[in-house]
């Protein structure tokens, strides 16, 4: 009975080591503390039948009590990778929540824009019906041969008309949240470049168009703002449609002795990209079967997202 006893225990002690080292590799790219803590629930099940085999020389454990605690750790062994699973499957739960909160928060201020553009825009209006009016007094001052009451309406017109903010792209959602971006960049010091053609209507949600938008801006205005050297604190920013899909490509410099995040095809190792930003682009570019890339050259970061735009 104690040979099999001893044949169980070293069994168990097997297959529970097999599982220590799945769950260490299943966790790589955690934090250690995190890491640490999932490989602790094997490790203790194989701590214990060591211990137990180690208990029958030392303190006379019976063949009945190690064969016992044998079976009991590799019944565990057999059940820690389930609850890996659901504790990767409850980890992802929750960050799901938090990025949809983060992108609920994003809707809502792209919707905020929204409104102070339909407020302009009824500002436009009345402001076109006036400059049509003045126009018209105008011509008829011109017709009767009076050019001083022609200049003094071509003067009060100059005097209403107030400049233009600029418009960046076609889609107003997007054009709301960059320049909102571009106010954000200048109080920061940063200088913003942007030049993108964004469709004003597509497969993609505007909310989540705004999110790649913001999300990209965010972590190039962040890692140019924190430039010590004022002359490097630029962003730029291009997007535009290119056989079906829409490629948005931020630029920026950072700082190279800083460890950092990034992602080609799902590879992690070193990019200027703060952690829940990354994860809403990679969330958002596999929902729609596009991709995120980013990597750093000589000081200078790019990170692209490719979103197809369907038909």
């Not at 999932?38 to 214990?48: E, F, H, K, N, T």
């Not at 504790?87 to 809707?107: D, F, G, I, V, Y």
């Not at 948005?248 to 002795?257: L, S, W």
Request: aromatic share 6%; with cysteine; glycine share 8%.
């Amino acid at each position: 009975m104690m040979a099999v006893a001893y044949a169980a225990s070293v069994l168990s002690l097997m297959l529970l080591g097999a599982v220590s080292v799945r769950f260490w590799l299943a966790s790589k790219g955690l934090p250690a503390r995190r890491r640490l803590a999932r490989v602790g629930y094997p490790m203790s099940q194989l701590v214990l039948v060591a211990y137990a085999l180690w208990s029958v020389g030392r303190f006379g454990l019976g063949a009945d009590g190690l064969f016992a605690i044998s079976c009991t750790g590799a019944a565990c062994a057999l059940i820690d990778p389930w609850l890996l699973r659901m504790l990767e499957r409850s980890e992802q739960l929750e960050a799901q929540r938090a990025r949809e909160a983060l992108l609920q928060e994003r809707a809502e201020k792209c919707w905020e824009a929204l409104e102070e553009l339909r407020a302009s825009g009824d500002s436009l209006a009345r402001l076109r019906e006036s400059l049509a009016t003045g126009l018209d007094d105008v011509g008829r001052a011109l017709d009767a041969g009076n050019t001083d009451a022609a200049r003094s309406g071509l003067r009060r017109m100059s005097e209403v008309v107030a400049p233009v903010d600029e418009r960046f792209c076609e889609n107003a959602s997007v054009d709301a949240l960059v320049a909102s971006k571009v106010t954000e960049a200048r109080a920061r010091g940063v200088r913003l470049d942007v030049l993108a053609s964004v469709p004003g209507s597509c497969d993609v949600p505007d909310v989540e168009l705004c999110a790649v938008f913001a999300n990209v801006l965010d972590n190039a205005l962040a890692a140019s703002a924190e430039l010590s050297d004022e002359s490097r604190r630029w962003v730029m920013l291009r997007a535009s449609v290119r056989a079906g899909h829409l490629v948005v490509r931020a630029t920026n410099p950072y700082d190279e002795g800083v460890s950092r995040r990034a992602t080609s095809g799902g590879e992690k190792d070193g990019a200027p990209l703060h952690g829940w930003g990354l994860s809403i682009l990679e969330a958002l570019a596999r929902r729609h079967s596009g991709s995120v890339v980013a990597s750093g050259q000589d000081g200078v970061w790019t990170t692209s997202v490719v979103l197809p735009l369907g038909e």
